[in-house]
């Protein structure tokens, strides 16, 4: 079974704090992972998939096999940086659905 | 930017009704999938599907559940048989191709009462 795990349910960080959203999985096989993003009132969008290795909007996560693990980090967040967001799993030997994780609000204070 | 729409974007039903929620996909993309989330809870996936067949579904859906491309444009879900337990946000995604970026409709918020 495949499974994604994001302990923090919220995240207060000061503006120009450093931010971790942490993200665990669990698969046996090879996924592709991803971070999706949802500003208020804003739809479901993804924010970035470990296979591209881009950095989008600051925003940086490394896939860690060993540790199962795929945080997204910035080094400097922004008060527009305040959102949902969603680490999601695509099994990719079963097709192409996504797991989601149960999310993270992020809250960036000025 | 062409995006994926849903409507209506708030249905209310009586239990043991059918409801039938409506997406149309990114013109261009092949692989549609239907999504739901209860409130407080995780985004699930429901069922895959590409080149008018069903090429995946969870354990959620059940009979009562049926997808369809009536035509061109449109993918709908439909709930046979509404039960309390599946009020919850349903999120329509289309993918250009298989493993590519799903993009996500704005969610049809489904109250069964």
């Known amino acids: 079974a495949q499974r994604v795990t994001q302990p923090e349910k919220l995240l207060s960080v000061f503006k120009g704090a450093p931010v971790e959203l942490k993200c665990n999985y669990s698969y046996s096989g090879s996924p592709e992972l991803f971070w999706y993003v949802q500003y208020s009132r804003q739809r479901l969008q993804l924010l970035l998939r470990h296979i591209s290795r881009e950095s989008i909007k600051g925003f940086t996560a490394d896939l860690n096999k060993g540790e199962t693990s795929f945080h997204l980090k910035k080094p400097f967040a922004q008060e527009e940086d305040s959102a949902m967001y969603y680490c999601?799993?695509?099994?990719?030997?079963?097709?192409?659905?996504?797991?989601f994780g149960a999310g993270t609000i992020l809250r960036v204070k000025s | 930017e062409p995006e994926v729409t849903q409507t209506p974007s708030h249905q209310v039903t009586q239990m043991g009704q059918e409801v039938i929620l409506r997406c149309v996909p990114i013109s261009n993309h092949l692989y549609f999938y239907w999504y739901r989330q209860i409130l407080g809870q995780k985004v699930e996936f429901l069922v895959s599907?590409?080149?008018?067949?069903?090429?995946?579904k969870s354990e959620i859906f059940d009979d009562q559940f049926s997808v369809e491309r009536p035509d061109g444009s449109n993918f709908t879900l439909k709930i046979r048989s509404t039960k309390l337990e599946d009020s919850a946000m349903y999120f329509c995604?289309?993918?250009?191709?298989?493993?590519?970026?799903?993009?996500f409709g704005p969610g049809t918020r489904l109250t069964v009462l």
């Open positions: 995604a289309s993918s250009e191709r298989n493993y590519n970026e799903q993009f």
């Open positions: 999601a799993l695509s099994p990719m030997e079963y097709g192409n659905k996504l797991v």
């Open positions: 599907f590409y080149n008018n067949e069903i090429s995946e």
